[in-house]
């Protein structure tokens, strides 16, 4: 078999990446895994050629392999699930700065700006304020420690990526395997390990909008199983300083700041630490994190927000070999979340809001390898969730703030997942996949999501793909406890929303170097968690209503060879279409495309070129105003890898080459829509000691 088509069905540790090889072994490995995998054999690595193919060799073996879709490390052509993989070689030829720039290049993925500044990250047509219907993960563990509004983007949509060694997106109904949340898209962030480092790293960003980025990281394995791995990461910029010609308080004719800019400063220190021992291993991330807004809390230009972020975890875990097919993974993780924000909502209207939120739990897992065909996982995991320290103050004056009626409760949450997989390859061209949850809640009750498709070769080179699953999302603790708002009240009869995916598709490799891939996917959301009239307040949390989601995503790559190796060209386009309630959904397009072109000039210089398109985004119902219109934006790169002894990587890159301008879409609250950024710059400089 070609490595696309490897047959890799091997219990993984707990999502614990350590097995995926280290940048300073690469070569000696990759040689290694080709031969494993039936590849020709390579040559002797002793000229820069023979290198260089070696190396390539490897990154496209490691681009072909996901451990998200089922917790198990898994070609992407075997696995039922739609996946994209981002590995650490394409985020250095993109140029990105942070996360949201990987994510932009998923099929199915849009990122567009909100009024608080945070994010939101669209899937397949649906998107939230907070993108609670995505569930973010770091090395395995999720990071959804925001019990008060859900989702994860308040803190890692900005994630420095210096330290990620690859990126899973795995999309569709993912509650079977990770329970809460994983409704859309599972986001899986993988970082770099004692063995990928070996050494220590150092690399410095900068460019416009007063951009900064520092990064310090260290890793190490000892003779006698100890490793350690360290990282640091500091990000600083000044917002680029969109204008905001109305706001909701100019169009009033009440005192306004606007006409001005938006004041989208952030600033952000975090470290992340990997220790391992005797089959132990002591991880965590801790972030702290400073932000402005784009625009304010209240749809009113704010010059004085400030919010202030601190989120971490903490995770010890083990790995039990107790034979070659049966061993089991154990972890207890402790998770924190917390802010502290002074909320500027009128030009002297201030409000300070804070509260802390706190996750302990912890999971075992048995992994069951019955044959070379089959492995079946099983596990059981437990959380407790509270919320403590509510405060709410108000007035006109930052510095003599009164305190007011807290907008939320104090309140724990437990709950209990049982959930069990089955791999299976009947024969070497079918793989099946079974699996089911069930989770329990002390405060709604229970839920039961599974999950069940087949991935069939019928022809060498071309599979069909098929799958079926549910998936939840929990009710969070804004949504049911929101008091003291005379707008938005919370509703604590709330049950979770429930998602129905079914998805279909075809992967093929034609001709030698080129992937062409089909997906059409059909998600049905009921119970949805929505706004609606009430007798008290204005409107109310209630379970109202429905959601369908269907479209087609189509994607290709073709990688050049022999002496065009290390270029490609890459497309993936997107149709969808979303209606809630029979109406269409409000500012999201019907259709998005990312078009890539990377030119390898030889072993050390490439260039980098990405063209976003995106259609033009209807409007809400009553909204008059024309549609957002459509765009495309250009992003080059020049990247040089490898100088002196393969301790140096430089790079450049220019966002929106032609000073595109464009918009995302506002609510009536802000008239002119939310104005991206015009041409940007970044530098970059990697050493490896």
């Not at 300073?24 to 995998?37: P, S």
Request: with cysteine; charged share 20%; hydrophobic share 35%.
């Amino acid at each position: 078999m070609t490595g696309r088509h490897m047959n890799l069905l091997l219990p993984h540790k707990l999502m614990d990446f350590s097995g995926l090889i280290g940048r300073r072994q690469r070569l000696r490995n990759a040689i290694g895994l080709c031969l494993a995998l039936g590849t020709p054999q390579l040559a002797q690595a002793g000229g820069s050629d023979a290198e260089l193919e070696s190396e390539l060799q490897f990154l496209a073996a490691e681009r072909h392999i996901v451990v998200t879709a089922s917790k198990l490390q898994e070609s992407v052509d075997k696995t039922v699930a739609t996946t994209s993989v981002i590995t650490q070689d394409d985020i250095q030829h993109i140029g990105a700065r942070n996360l949201l720039d990987v994510l932009r290049l998923v099929p199915g993925l849009g990122v567009t700006q909100t009024m608080l500044g945070v994010r939101e990250i669209e899937v397949r047509g649906v998107k939230t304020l907070f993108s609670d219907k995505v569930l973010f993960m770091l090395n395995g563990h999720p990071l959804d420690h925001n019990l008060q509004n859900a989702g994860s983007t308040w803190v890692y949509d900005d994630l420095p990526v210096d330290t990620i060694k690859r990126v899973e997106v795995v999309r569709g109904a993912g509650s079977a395997l990770y329970g809460a949340n994983a409704f859309m898209a599972v986001i899986n962030i993988i970082t770099q390990n004692a063995k990928d480092l070996n050494g220590l790293h150092a690399s410095v960003g900068a460019g416009s909008f007063g951009a900064q980025q520092y990064r310090a990281s260290w890793g190490k394995q000892y003779d006698n199983t100890a490793e350690a791995a360290l990282h640091f990461n500091h990000t600083d910029t000044d917002g680029i300083g969109s204008p905001v010609p109305q706001d909701s308080m100019s169009i009033q004719g009440l005192e306004s700041l606007a006409p001005g800019k938006s004041q989208l400063n952030e600033g952000r220190n975090d470290m992340e630490w990997q220790l391992g021992y005797q089959g132990f291993k002591l991880d965590g991330r801790y972030i702290s994190k400073r932000t402005g807004t784009f625009v304010g809390a209240a749809f009113a230009l704010s010059n004085r927000t400030v919010q202030n972020y601190e989120d971490y975890f903490i995770r010890l875990s083990r790995n039990w070999r107790f034979s070659e097919s049966f061993t089991v993974d154990t972890q207890v993780y402790h998770d924190s979340f917390s802010f502290d924000n002074l909320l500027q909502l009128a030009p002297h209207s201030f409000g300070h809001v804070g509260l802390q939120n706190m996750r302990n739990g912890g999971e075992v897992q048995g992994n069951y390898q019955l044959s070379a065909n089959q492995t079946i996982i099983s596990g059981v995991s437990y959380n407790e969730d509270e919320q403590s320290d509510v405060t709410a103050e108000n007035g006109s004056d930052p510095s003599q703030l009164e305190p007011t009626l807290p907008y939320g409760k104090s309140r724990k949450r437990t709950r209990w997942g049982v959930y069990a997989q089955d791999v299976w390859d009947l024969w070497p061209n079918l793989r099946m996949t079974l699996g089911a949850r069930y989770d329990r809640y002390n405060d709604f009750g229970g839920t039961f999501n599974p999950r069940l498709g087949f991935n069939w070769e019928f022809i060498k080179d071309y599979s069909l793909k098929f799958s079926y699953g549910t998936a939840y999302r929990a009710p969070a603790f804004g949504e049911l406890d929101l008091i003291n708002n005379p707008i938005l009240s919370g509703n604590p009869n709330l049950s979770p929303e429930q998602a129905e995916t079914f998805e279909s598709g075809i992967v093929t490799h034609p001709v030698q170097g080129l992937t062409a891939q089909a997906t059409y996917y059909h998600t049905h959301i009921s119970e949805l968690i929505s706004q609606v009239p009430a007798q008290t307040t204005f409107v109310q949390y209630a379970n109202s209503g429905s959601m369908l989601s269907e479209g087609v995503e189509l994607e290709n790559r073709y990688d050049f060879s022999g002496s065009l190796q290390g270029s490609f060209i890459a497309a993936n386009i997107v149709y969808q279409h979303t209606i809630q309630n029979n109406l269409a959904v409000a500012d999201v397009p019907k259709a998005r495309a990312n078009l890539l072109l990377n030119w390898a000039f030889n072993s050390h210089w490439s260039l980098y070129g990405h063209v976003l398109i995106k259609d033009a985004t209807g409007r809400g119902v009553g909204d008059s105003r024309p549609d957002v219109p459509g765009y495309a934006v250009l992003d080059m790169s020049m990247l040089g890898q490898h100088f002196f002894s393969k301790r140096l990587d430089v790079s450049f890159t220019v966002y929106n080459l032609l000073d595109k301008t464009y918009f995302d879409p506002a609510p009536t609250s802000v008239p002119g829509d939310y104005q991206q950024a015009g041409r940007a710059f970044f530098g970059h400089v990697n050493v490896r000691y």
